[in-house]
């Protein structure tokens, strides 16, 4: 376990490190100087060269590159070319929003998913497994930013009973109202996001059900309620951790997403705004800050499969089978 | 007594073909019945039906009455489901093909033995890991302690076997059946496991319900034997006057491969 | 125990026809709108937002511009930017995931490491960075979503390749003398490609999704192109005054990726039937 836990970690250190470098070339090698956005149209040359020299666009890639990193290395995320506020503290405060809205949508998918896909997978034979089916095959299409929008009709402008969108401006200062501005966000991208999740778990349960050890502790008197608890819960539950930490990763983008469309003052919009303004660093900073979260998150995936699979512990590579 | 009575047992799938048709046998307590028929034949269906854990899907019809000493004498096909929970075990249990799979892959072993110890003996903590260390003793599996510890893909098939055989045997029931239990194992430790089996069916003077496809290996076994064919029973009698004289082409057939590869056997340089 | 096989007969599957019809539609409306639309893409005579009424069927949007020209506009380019990410996506990911599959260890390894990178970057961030590097055209929408595509892919090309090149035949097959690019033509590639194909219909569909999603975020094709997800988005304030405009395409969105999942399940039925039981 620990040599594992060694080799994930580097190999998390590595992807970080590749992630940052594609990040960073893709901004930089693609047309267009950063420095163009620091301008007005029609700028003297002269005026370009001290711009490009200002934010270091004129030293050499490899230079550029490490200086880069050892200012995300320390949180310095840069200033942002538009407002020439800090990107660091802004993301910081931005988090405040998405962080929340992201593991709420998350919390509620996994409570709504696990109930409905065991059910779907339990009672297939009665009418409503097949409509679960139906309805989560309906829910993978269904993109989330429309969704958001119909349940923005149904339950801000015509019932009226929660707010359309925006975030309270003393943020989590009054959490009731923060968590009402966040209610209509959080299940649009919880109902999305329960859709796939219901999937994989039906299947981990119909393999459950099929299973001969359930077959066995049965016919060793065990209740069947009482046989899932003890071991059908924990084996239903090995593939769908192991898909957690990218829905979880997928979480975050409907986040992204959907902040656009409540007007959350989140990363998301942060984002959207950074790339529309092309203010590389706000960009940068956002991508960044994300990459490492995913990254994070899966590693933290891992090692969770790892501790409650005997079988994958020993054996390095996940995908071996 | 009779411990288990089946009468005109019909099991039928979804799509309503009778998978097994009309099958009647009774097992008296502390005796053994060998079913024996190719894969496919309704053997493991009949263990199952008799469990009362046929799979979803499929309709069981007949009569099944499981009559252990100490518990209510039990129609079960059409029981309800709570009242079997306290019959499994204790009447009757099965002990799987597959020792991989019929066992909790995510559990270690003496967990996994210990269920049916705390349910029907009632031990809980230093007791228990008492009694989950003399069931492995039991089943001859050396260094107990270290198997107790171990999951189930950690040890070897034969071992698996012996702790699938523990755990049964941990519920003392009335009526053992042992479906295949030793087709998936290596055939040096085929023979091994059997005899164990053989002799703790012995000793705790249990009924025995063995199936297997192997004609050979019944015969080492039990006394009476059931051969079905396709859900079918096409002859039932003592071990020795079937193998002698089997009456149903079908028997003959598998008396004659039987035969045939005895003789190969007998043949073959050692 | 044996478990008896379902009736052998080679059944039509329902989820295949299904998700022909409702793709299929969506498809006819496309290459329909490339001969005859009911109104010119930016003739704006019919007023803003007219109901439902002849001449305009499904009213106009706020720009008095006809919906369902504009419905049918979004077909193709919908269509456009999931079979365009399908194609690079495909093109690159079965080539590096064969590269790969059959690669000595250490740049096998280093494809996968790779691998896992890109796809740890989910899709829509990779396609806001190609955006953000490139503009926001449909162009670039494909890029970045093929670009993202084509990591799943090459992961399970990978793992496909490995499965069959562990095959006895190959084995057989190369000890008889036959050359690695024949093995490839002969015996890899029609072994993976019903499960390839099913996989890239999926991905189709969620291609479709997120130039949606890029497209509402304004990252999309740029006016006047008439893509779904924008014209969600410009309706998102009408939505009261005329609902049409902020349901129908939101609707031919879930009809086109729901047709392309069940082609996708179909398919895979078709393919691999042991599977038609649980899924």
């Known amino acids: 376990m620990t040599t ?59 230079e550029q590159f490490v200086t880069w990193l050892g200012q995300m290395a320390t949180f310095d995320l840069g200033t942002s070319f538009i407002s020439t506020l800090p990107v660091g503290p802004e993301i910081a405060s931005r988090l405040v929003v998405t962080v929340p809205l992201t593991l709420l949508a998350f919390l509620l998918a996994v409570v709504v998913a696990v109930p409905v896909g065991f059910v779907a997978a339990h009672r297939s034979d009665r009418w409503y497994g097949p409509l679960l089916n139906g309805v989560s095959q309906l829910g993978l299409a269904v993109p989330v930013f429309w969704l958001g929008m119909l349940l923005i009709t149904a339950f801000a402008l015509y019932f009226q009973i929660l707010p359309a969108g925006g975030f309270p401006q003393d943020d989590w200062a009054n959490p009731a109202d923060a968590l009402t501005s966040l209610a209509l966000p959080v299940v649009t991208i919880a109902l999305v996001m329960s859709a796939s999740l219901i999937r994989y778990v039906r299947s981990a349960t119909v393999d459950v059900l099929d ?36 829905e979880l990763a997928t979480t975050f983008l409907g986040a992204v997403v959907v902040e656009s469309v409540f007007a959350l003052p989140g990363l998301g919009s942060m984002l959207a705004k950074g790339i529309a303004q092309h203010d590389y660093p706000i960009v940068q900073g956002v991508l960044f800050v994300s990459t490492f979260g995913v990254l994070v998150i899966g590693f933290v995936a891992d090692l969770g499969q790892r501790l409650i699979d005997p079988r994958l512990r020993g054996t390095l590579s996940r995908r071996a089978r | 007594m009779n411990v288990l009575d089946v009468t005109g047992l019909t099991v039928k799938s979804a799509d309503g073909r009778a998978l097994v048709s009309d099958v009647s046998f009774t097992i008296h307590s502390g005796a053994r019945l060998g079913l024996i028929g190719e894969s496919g034949s309704g053997k493991s269906l009949t263990a199952l039906a008799i469990m009362g854990l046929a799979p ?42 597959e020792p991989l799979t019929a066992l909790d892959p995510l559990m270690k072993i003496g967990s996994q033995l210990a269920e049916p110890l705390r349910r029907v003996r009632g031990l809980r903590g230093a007791a228990l890991r008492t009694a989950v260390i003399a069931a492995l003793e039991e089943v001859r599996l050396a260094d107990p302690g270290r198997i107790a510890k171990a999951y189930p893909h950690e040890v070897s098939g034969g071992q698996r076997q012996r702790v699938a055989i523990a755990m049964a045997l941990a519920c003392e029931p009335a009526l053992l059946i042992a479906d295949e239990p030793t087709t998936a194992l290596d055939v040096t430790v085929q023979a091994e496991v059997l005899a164990l089996l053989d002799g703790l069916v012995s000793a705790r003077g249990m009924a025995l319900l063995f199936i297997s496809h192997d004609l050979a290996v019944v015969a080492g076994v039990t006394d009476d034997v059931l051969v079905l064919k396709d859900g079918v029973a096409v002859e039932s009698g003592n071990v020795l006057d079937i193998v002698n004289a089997p009456r149903h082409p079908y028997t003959r057939e598998l008396v004659g491969s039987a035969r045939q590869l005895d003789g190969a056997l007998d043949w073959s340089p050692r | 125990m044996s478990r008896a096989s379902g009736p052998s007969t080679t059944r039509r599957s329902p989820t295949l026809v299904i998700g022909c019809v409702l793709a299929g539609a969506i498809v006819a409306v496309a290459i329909v709108s490339l001969f005859w639309m009911p109104f010119p893409q930016d003739d704006t005579s019919g007023g803003r937002l007219a109901p439902p009424a002849l001449p305009h069927l499904l009213g106009t949007d706020k720009l008095g511009r006809d919906l369902l020209t504009q419905l049918m506009i979004g077909a193709r380019i919908a269509l456009t930017a999931g079979i365009g990410s399908v194609a690079l996506g495909g093109v690159l990911g079965v080539t ?16 996968s490491a790779l691998l896992d990178i890109l796809i740890a970057f989910p899709t829509l961030l990779l396609a806001m960075l190609v955006v953000a590097a490139r503009e926001a055209s449909l162009g670039s929408a494909i890029l970045a979503i093929g670009l993202a595509m084509s990591a799943i892919v090459a992961r399970l090309t990978r793992v496909l390749v490995k499965r069959v090149l562990a095959e006895d035949f190959i084995t057989a097959s190369r000890t008889s003398g036959t050359s690695w690019p024949r093995v490839v033509i002969e015996h890899v590639l029609p072994n993976i490609w019903p499960t390839l194909l099913v996989n890239l219909a999926l991905q189709l569909g969620l291609a479709v999704l997120a130039e949606a999603s890029l497209s509402y975020l304004g990252l999309g094709a740029p006016p006047p192109n008439a893509s779904w997800g924008r014209m969600l988005q410009e309706a998102q304030a009408t ?41």
């Open chain 1, 4 to 62: 594992y836990l060694l080799r994930r970690m580097a190999f998390l250190v590595v992807s970080l490190l590749l992630a940052s470098m594609v990040l960073f070339l893709l901004l930089r090698l693609l047309p267009g100087d950063p420095a163009n956005s620091l301008l007005s149209v029609g700028a003297t040359p002269d005026q370009i060269a001290a711009a490009r020299h200002q934010i270091g666009s004129d030293r050499p890639l490899p």
């Open chain 3, 239 to 279: 939505v009261l005054t005329a609902p049409l405009g902020a349901v129908a395409p939101g609707v031919v969105l879930v009809v086109l990726v729901v047709g392309v999942n069940l082609l996708a399940d179909g398919l895979r039925d078709v393919a691999d039937p042991t599977r038609r039981r649980r899924r």
């Open chain 2, 56 to 97: 979803a899907g499929m309709t069981v019809s007949g009569s099944v009455v499981l009559d252990a000493p100490g518990l209510v004498r039990t129609e079960v096909v059409g029981a309800a489901e709570r009242h079997l929970n306290g019959l499994r075990g204790r009447a009757a249990t099965v002990v799987f093909q």
């Open chain 1, 211 to 246: 299973s001969d050890y359930l077959r066995t502790f049965r016919a060793l008197g065990s209740s069947f309620t009482g046989a899932m608890w003890r071991h059908g819960l924990r084996n239903a539950a090995v593939p769908v951790i192991s898909i957690l930490g990218i």
């Open chain 3, 96 to 111: 590096a995931g064969l590269l790969a599959g059959f690669a000595t260890r250490w740049l096998d390894d280093t494809i």
